[in-house]
């Protein structure tokens, strides 16, 4: 079973922090996705990387690619409480096969 | 925006009965999924749906579980006998096409199983 590690588990910062998150793998993936997901609602798609060493950037978040395609990471800049939820990374090893999920990260941002 | 539909949101049933779970993915999707969340853990595939036919299972899709489009509209999960480790969010999603569409996920239906 291909395993996606996100780090950390959790994450607790003040309004106006920069934060990044982890999604590594021992595994080559053909492409990785970031879901946020709210409490009792499905995961929402964020970003697909496909390429290795690709940066693709929304609003203030960043995200990138490993080189080798195994891993990924999201940064977001001047965190604001709007962006508190459960960040998941999903990748597939083939396009068009099923998503392997990551257990999340669950950011929290007070004000 | 179009969404992907689930009914119920809830469901609470005894041990060994069937239950299905039904979804109305985007009209104009292609590709129809179904994953599950068990609290605390890890989102997990169950099965994809493509051309009235299963493309790809997970381990956990066993003869347990079927899945079915019975219409244009309605893609189904059935769980012919329930265990208590069945207890999970199970979430239906759609696409448009294959590769690396983006997925559109329902709010999930939370499954109880007693």
């Known amino acids: 079973t291909q395993l996606l590690e996100q780090s950390p588990q959790f994450l607790s910062i003040q309004e106006g922090e920069n934060l990044t998150v982890y999604c590594n793998s021992s595994?080559?993936?053909?492409?990785l996705q970031w879901y946020r997901q709210e409490p009792g609602e499905g995961p929402v798609l964020l970003v697909t990387v496909v390429t290795g060493g690709e940066v693709k950037k929304l609003k203030r978040l960043t995200f990138q690619f490993g080189d080798a395609r195994k891993d990924s990471s999201l940064h977001i800049t001047a965190a604001q409480p709007g962006d508190t939820g459960l960040y998941l990374c999903a990748g597939a090893r083939q396009a068009g096969t099923a998503l392997i999920f990551g257990k999340g990260t669950t950011l929290s941002v007070s004000s | 925006e179009p969404e992907v539909t689930q009914t119920p949101s809830h469901q609470v049933t005894q041990m060994g009965q069937e239950v299905i779970l039904r979804c109305v993915p985007i009209?104009?999707?292609?590709?129809f999924y179904w994953y599950r969340q068990i609290l605390g853990q890890k989102v997990e595939f169950l099965v994809s749906?493509?051309?009235?036919?299963?493309?790809?299972k997970s381990e956990i899709f066993d003869d347990q579980f079927s899945v079915e489009r019975p219409d244009g509209s309605n893609f189904t999960l059935k769980i012919r006998s329930t265990k208590l480790e069945d207890s999970a969010m199970y979430f239906c999603?759609?696409?448009?096409?294959?590769?690396?569409?983006?997925?559109?996920f329902g709010s999930g239906t939370q499954l109880s199983v007693l």
């Open positions: 595994s080559v993936f053909s492409s």
């Open positions: 749906f493509y051309n009235n036919e299963i493309s790809e």
């Open positions: 009209s104009n999707h292609l590709y």
């Open positions: 999603a759609s696409s448009r096409g294959g590769g690396n569409e983006k997925l559109f």
